[in-house]
């Protein structure tokens, strides 16, 4: 029993370390990739290639005066960045990273908790991340970052909801909330083809509830082209122009965690998470089989983190007004007939 | 301790683990930085000129009727989930599940339409 507590409390350590580290190497690939589109080097200095640009990059942020403006709300300016991170760290708690390793007889869970309702606690802690942005734009007392604020939360809420729609079908088809549960079902056979097994990926099923969620998730992570919120041309950096040191640190980082945790919820939900097709034909000891998921899903989080990369440095950001035409008049209407065909396949094909 | 609540219990681990660094973090970065406040430096950025009035100031409407018009649609997109989970075992039994459903999607659907048709969302 004792025991099963300390493998968990190991697992939470090393899920929270893996996540950092991601998102600390994310900001060093940002750079990189954008260098790579632009035709330029990027960082090169500190260290070869610049592998230590990201330890470079907090040391500075920690050493910088902390400010807090005389006309902030000082608590709520404290606890803003706080909760923004602790609920960008908090969602990677019920992504499975792999099968249960073999511990000689003893399965060891590679994922924090199995809960029944894995889908929802994702989108409840995600809600509460809206009102770390929210609360660091108004304590600021700033009118920039007020508007950052306030867009950040409209847009936010108004993709969720696209984003909520577009689990359902998915969720009709995998008949479960807990996300092992739809990974697991992920390894079987495509279209009941015994040649394509492990590669019945959700992808195949759901392609317009994909498009919809990989676009709800750019949104809700801020970024290009949603990135109205932040946008430096006409609000200086938007909620956080008022945060320097490490409270500015925490928004940006949070940001990057943000995007590691919803490229793996992207990997797990459609791309059949820790699944690696014909892997089973290779007939390898269970354990290494184990070890070869987990590889594959980073690959396919890395790949995803790459895409929201890519998009970033190719298309310029939105306008208000279509950003709120696309988030509900196009968005959800697809989303709402993504589960009427779903709905009508699965009748017919049952 | 029912099974349900101890599967709970890592996610409060995680809180901690989580909230502790973010502690940590604000404490050291507070120890570690120079303190040197002036008037200026505290004062509110705007675009370096003297700050004209207060932030705490009147904002367009359409923030306030997106996120009124949110809370109403959430409420009723989670009554499809409990409906999802168990789609496939009303298929089953025929079509009058995705029959029932069809009847409560209705009218969110002319809800839906009504806030459109009504200019709730246009932004100008």
Redesign the interface.
């Known amino acids: 029993m004792e025991i099963m507590w300390i493998e968990k409390i190991l697992l939470v350590v090393i899920v929270f370390a893996i996540s950092l580290g991601t998102a600390a190497y994310s900001t060093l690939a940002e750079r990189k990739v954008s260098a790579f589109l632009q035709d330029r080097i990027g960082p090169n200095r500190a260290g070869i290639f610049g592998i230590l640009q990201p330890i470079a990059d907090g040391v500075k942020l920690f050493f910088k005066e902390e400010i807090i403006p005389a006309n902030a709300d000082r608590f709520l300016f404290v606890l803003g960045p706080s909760l923004f991170m602790i609920t960008a760290l908090m969602t990677s708690a019920v992504i499975p990273w792999g099968k249960p390793l073999d511990l000689g007889g003893r399965m060891f869970d590679l994922q924090v908790t199995d809960i029944n309702i894995g889908v929802l606690y994702v989108f409840a802690v995600v809600s509460i991340g809206v009102y770390g942005i929210m609360i660091g734009g108004w304590a600021s007392n700033n009118k920039y970052s007020l508007m950052g604020a306030l867009r950040a939360s409209s847009q936010m809420i108004s993709y969720e909801l696209a984003m909520g729609l577009s689990i359902i079908a998915l969720i009709m088809m995998s008949g479960s909330m807990s996300l092992k549960e739809i990974v697991a079902q992920q390894s079987g056979e495509l279209y009941g083809i015994s040649f394509l097994k492990g590669m019945n990926w959700n992808i195949f099923y759901q392609p317009l509830g994909f498009l919809i969620f990989i676009v709800c998730a750019f949104a809700e992570c801020n970024r290009t082209p949603f990135d109205l919120p932040e946008c430096e041309a006409e609000l200086v950096g938007g909620y956080h122009t008022e945060y320097s040191s490490m409270k500015l640190g925490l928004y940006l980082f949070a940001e990057y965690v943000n995007m590691f945790v919803s490229s793996a919820m992207m990997a797990s939900l459609y791309f059949g998470g820790y699944n690696v097709p014909f892997l089973e034909m290779l007939n390898l000891p269970y354990n290494v089989e184990v070890f070869v998921g987990v590889l594959a899903f980073f690959t396919k989080i890395i790949f995803f983190i790459f895409f929201f990369m890519w998009i970033r440095w190719t298309i310029p950001r939105f306008r208000y007004d279509q950003l709120m035409k696309l988030g509900w008049k196009v968005l959800i209407p697809l989303a709402i007939l993504n589960i009427l065909l779903t709905g009508f396949g699965m009748i017919l094909t049952k | 301790m029912s099974e ?1 609540i101890q ?5 409060a ?3 901690l ?3 502790g ?3 940590t ?2 404490v ?3 120890l ?5 406040k002036t008037l200026h ?7 370096g000129l003297q700050p004209v009035g ?4 009147q ?2 409407i ?2 306030f009727l ?2 009124t018009i ?1 809370v109403l ?2 409420v009723e ?2 009554f ?2 409990p409906w ?6 009303f ?2 039994e ?2 009058e599940g ?1 029959g029932k ?1 069809l009847l409560f ?1 209705a009218p969110v ?1 002319i809800g ?1 339409f009504y806030v ?1 048709k009504k200019g709730a ?4």
Do not use: C, H
Not at chain 2, 7 to 11: L, M, N, R, S
């Open positions: 349900s599967q709970y219990i890592p996610i681990m995680q809180f683990v989580a909230s660094f973010v502690i973090t604000i050291a970065s507070w570690l930085g120079p303190k040197v430096k505290l004062d509110t950025f705007e675009s207060n932030a705490r100031m904002f367009s359409k923030y997106v996120a949110f649609f959430d997109v989670i499809f989930y999802a989970v168990n789609f496939r075992e298929i089953q025929g079509f995705f459903m999607m659907l839906f459109i969302l246009e932004w100008d």
